[in-house]
């Protein structure tokens, strides 16, 4: 058993959100063979409560509390610096005496860095306690592909964002003993715009806990008779999800209903932006938080994850196959997931695609059900939460303790 810090940017419990449930996987991953240290950030009221349920999960916790405004502003101050804001946003002195105190009362073997920014946490103990860094995604250039969709000065501040991210990256990346990405498109990315680095990153793919998403009988419809209900999940203050769903009710909603009169879209996600709110019509339902995905997915007619700006693997599409619907999604989050049409994937680049894609399902209900069926055996043959973390162990073992190179500045 080692003695491993485990820095996460945001509180991995509940695990209602993509980067939190792949958070929360891997703490419980983790602690099954070691004793682990939580140094986290809540910055959510609402998690608040879910505190004492987190520290029965891990006792040795620590949680920092981030007011989102206060902060954003605070983080102005890498325009001064030269620094990415998002470095910036997590600078926290707290975390670091906690790291500090840490240190100094157990001897850790190893830190685990969730989401690169809180890697400068971890820095500061480097060469003594190596580091092993999941990425997840490759942030920096999720920031440039913002750019073009704003005017200045969002998206002078979007480009800027992007290298200044990049660069820390790359840093932290060099001082890692491995960095992992959840894609090997990702991967590949990020081998590309670091070089250097090639032979010291990989993948570790996402996964799902296909017993929880599992159709269940006599499940309860959350639908009224009689409509035709295609559903979106998802976290509803994260641009990339409001930049999807307003693409869809721009664009593919008014064709579909010309079509299916009946058709509602049902938003289904926490905290979601004006914007989003202002979609509610009588054939756009935007539920807000809800207590169970479960019901939505189980008894839609259809799922979509329209992600102009998305990357890598995406949990609500796992979610979705995992309950035997297919979903239409488009190209770049179907390559992520590597499923064609008969694993319940539908590829769909355009508007009009999502139109045809989506009339073929709700024309056939029983050709839906048969790829929503191929679905979930797809997902529980290649998304195993355990199969896919354990490619970490081999990089907290003894032997990987003397990278050359290792935390050299």
């Not at 983790?30 to 006792?59: K, N, S, W, Y």
């Not at 721009?250 to 996600?269: A, H, K, N």
Request: glycine share 6%; charged share 20%; aromatic share 10%.
């Amino acid at each position: 058993m080692a003695n491993i810090l485990y820095l996460v940017h945001r509180m991995p419990y509940p695990p209602n959100k993509g980067d939190k449930v792949r958070s929360y996987h891997l703490l419980r991953h983790l602690m099954r063979d070691h004793r682990v240290f939580l140094g986290t950030f809540i910055d959510d009221p609402e998690d608040v409560a879910q505190v004492p349920a987190l520290q029965a999960i891990c006792p040795d916790l620590h949680i920092e509390r981030l007011n989102p405004r206060s902060t954003k502003l605070l983080s102005a101050r890498g325009l001064l610096t030269g620094r990415s804001l998002s470095e910036t946003y997590y600078r926290h002195a707290g975390m670091h005496r906690w790291v500090r105190q840490v240190q100094s009362q157990h001897k850790l073997d190893a830190t685990v860095v969730f989401s690169g920014v809180m890697a400068q946490f971890a820095i500061p103990l480097l060469p003594d306690v190596p580091m092993l860094v999941d990425f997840v995604d490759v942030d920096s250039s999720k920031w440039g592909q913002y750019a073009p969709e704003h005017r200045w000065p969002m998206s002078w501040l979007y480009r800027r964002e992007g290298a200044r991210l990049l660069a820390f990256e790359r840093e932290v990346a060099r001082r890692a003993r491995q960095s992992f990405f959840v894609t090997p498109n990702e991967t590949a990315l990020f081998q590309s715009l670091a070089p250097e680095v090639a032979d010291r990153v990989s993948a570790i793919s996402n996964g799902v806990n296909a017993e929880y998403f599992s159709p269940q009988a006599g499940s309860r419809s959350p639908f009224m008779d009689g409509e035709v209900p295609v559903v979106f999940t998802g976290a509803m203050d994260y641009w990339p999800n409001v930049d999807g769903v307003c693409w869809f009710v721009e664009q593919m909603l008014p064709l579909l209903t010309q079509r299916w009169p009946q058709l509602r879209f049902y938003i289904v996600g926490r905290n979601p932006t004006a914007q989003v709110k202002a979609l509610a019509g009588p054939q756009v339902v935007v539920t807000g938080t809800v207590p169970d995905v479960r019901g939505y997915l189980q008894h839609a007619a259809a799922v979509v994850a329209p992600l102009r700006v998305a990357r890598g693997i995406q949990n609500k599409i796992l979610e979705a196959m995992a309950m035997e619907k297919p979903v239409v999604t488009v190209p770049s989050c179907a390559d992520a997931i590597g499923a064609g049409f008969e694993f319940g994937v539908v590829r769909a680049a355009t508007a009009s695609e999502f139109v045809q894609a989506l009339d073929l399902l709700l024309q056939s209900p029983d050709k839906a059900s048969e790829l929503g069926h191929a679905a979930r055996q797809f997902v529980l043959k290649h998304f195993s939460w355990e199969a896919h973390l354990s490619a970490l162990d081999v990089w907290l073992t003894p032997a990987h303790a003397a990278v050359a190179g290792e935390g050299s500045s």
